[in-house]
């Protein structure tokens, strides 16, 4: 994600950012970095997003795919699942609607100030938990199911810890299903024009992109890992991955969302979701 785009001015005006810089960025740097972000970003991408996102509906991805028609969870009526990195929640909602209980988590008090705004107006109200993905404040085996929509992986400096904590929250056969940007979008640049066609960027660069501040500070932060970074992270944690989905851009699906449009999603995919279940 391209934080400097004029979409995005609000946040980096609140922040200071001056623009990207090309560095690595630790987990305690990101970690602060992106606490940051979303709490500056959290009404403009309420206020832009919040319609398509809904109150009570589970969008996998900017591609419109919900759970409710494609299923990857399956019967989630009487499980126990968590929502890693829920923003304002409205997943974990439909989750709860559906017969479910649980537990929401994120890293931002300004997403989960909307996710409790959104669980007053509507009375489904799904646990809301502050925490970080990479330490999750629950016993061993507490959890059915748990499920990410873009939230907390593409964030975090080593994913491993965060997939090895899923594990450990997770009954035995427990499904582990999140979406993230598709890792071949790294190669192009962050626009859902025609200048995003161009390859500028290598994908085998793990050079995480950092936006800073004129100090130099990190005021944004997201880590890109290829396709088998993710396959060895997550058998390495325990997983074993039973499919991943790379929805195709649908035709009545004319709305851009950042860098995700009808000219790019017609050409090359935009989302990988991975499906898996914990070994043992």
Known sequence: MDSSDTRYAGAQTTLGTVGPARR??????????????????ADDYIAEHGDFLGDVNFLWCPE????????????????DIVEVGCGSAPCARWLASQGARVAALDLSAGMLRHAKRANDVTGITPMLIRANAERLPFAAE?????????????????????????ARVLRPRGQWVFAVTHPIRWIFPDDPGPDGLRVINSY??????????????????????????????????????????????????????GQWSPLR???FPGTAIFCCRRAT
């Open 142 to 166: 507490s959890f059915d199911i748990a499920c990410s929509a873009f939230g907390a992986v593409p964030f975090v400096a080593d994913v491993r810890p965060v997939f090895q904590e899923v």
């Open 204 to 257: 085998f660069d793990r050079t995480p992109y950092v936006e800073v501040d004129e100090n130099g500070r990190a005021t944004y932060v997201e880590h890109h890992r290829t396709l088998g970074d993710y396959v060895r992270a997550l058998t390495g944690s325990g997983f074993v991955i039973e499919d991943i989905v790379e929805p195709e851009w649908p035709e009545e699906q004319t709305r851009e969302w």
């Open 24 to 41: 690595s960025a630790g987990a305690a740097e990101s970690i602060a970095a992106n606490i940051a972000w979303w709490d500056a970003d």
């Open 64 to 79: 419109g795919l919900r759970e409710r028609d494609i299923e990857l969870l399956g019967d989630v009526k009487g499980k």
């Open 265 to 267: 999603g017609e050409l």
